[in-house]
T-cell receptor, first 114, second 111 residues
Framework: NAGVTQTPKFQVLKTGQSMTLQCAQD?????MSWYRQDPGMGLRLIHY???????DQGEVPNGYNVSRSTTEDFPLRLLSAAPSQTSVYFC?????????????FGPGTRLTVT | TQLLEQSPQFLSIQEGENLTVYCNSS?????LQWYRQEPGEGPVLLVT?????EVKKLKRLTFQFGDARKDSSLHITAAQTGDTGLYLCAGDLQGAQKLVFGQGTRLTINP
């Protein structure tokens, strides 16, 4: 199993550009989530999904969209990048939507917006 | 305002010393987890505690969940340089279907 994979590993965007961060898992996990990590702030939840076709907002959803058309994939879209979105983004998955703990994290995408 | 407060945020000690990291909240959690993160990688789960007062041991690491399920601690005995990393606590609010993370404790063990 590859676990949770994320692409790209690094990305530089100009203000106003859009892009999609890819996330895939091969563990047949129902629960998937996106976090951003900024210095001194731990991980903050952006969006999450308890199964295909179901998504919900987390703590910091503004400026981001998600969709979940399959169990395996959970892409995160930045609609119009802003410097405040410079961060490291992590995708995570968990076996059951009733137990969001015990999450498996991907390696992260480091995004810089200039 | 952070729902889970970790202390200290930075800790640098010598190899062989003992240390404790704290994770505190005014909220009650169904469970609490501890993750460890290396530079350039995603967090990796160390342990989950679910019962108030529960103590779990992982080699030289001891994790405790508070009786009221509002706080937790991580104690490392005889720290080694390989323990260096970012330690994150995360709580599962009942029925919320999501985790909240503390801001992390950056631990450096010096040889």
């Amino acid at each position: 199993n590859a676990g949770v994979t994320q692409t790209p590993k690094f990305q530089v965007l100009k203000t106003g550009q859009s892009m999609t961060l890819q996330c895939a898992q091969d563990m047949n996990h129902e629960y998937m989530s996106w976090y951003r990590q900024d210095p001194g702030m731990g991980l903050r939840l952006i969006h999450y999904s308890v199964g295909a076709g179901i998504t919900d907002q987390g703590e910091v959803p503004n400026g981001y969209n998600v969709s979940r058309s399959t169990t395996e994939d959970f892409p995160l879209r930045l609609l119009s990048a802003a410097p405040s979105q410079t961060s490291v983004y992590f995708c995570a998955s968990s076996y059951s939507p009733n137990n969001p703990y015990e999450q498996y994290f991907g390696p992260g995408t480091r995004l810089t917006v200039t | 305002t952070q729902l889970l407060e970790q202390s200290p945020q930075f800790l640098s000690i010598q190899e062989g010393e003992n240390l404790t990291v704290y994770c505190n909240s005014s909220s009650v959690f169904s469970s609490l987890q501890w993750y460890r993160q290396e530079p350039g990688e995603g967090p990796v789960l160390l342990v989950t505690v679910v019962t108030g007062g529960e103590v779990k041991k992982l080699k030289r690491l001891t994790f405790q969940f508070g009786d009221a399920r509002k706080d937790s601690s991580l104690h490392i005995t005889a720290a080694q340089t390989g323990d260096t990393g970012l330690y994150l606590c995360a709580g599962d609010l009942q029925g919320a279907q999501k985790l909240v993370f503390g801001q992390g404790t950056r631990l450096t063990i010096n040889p």
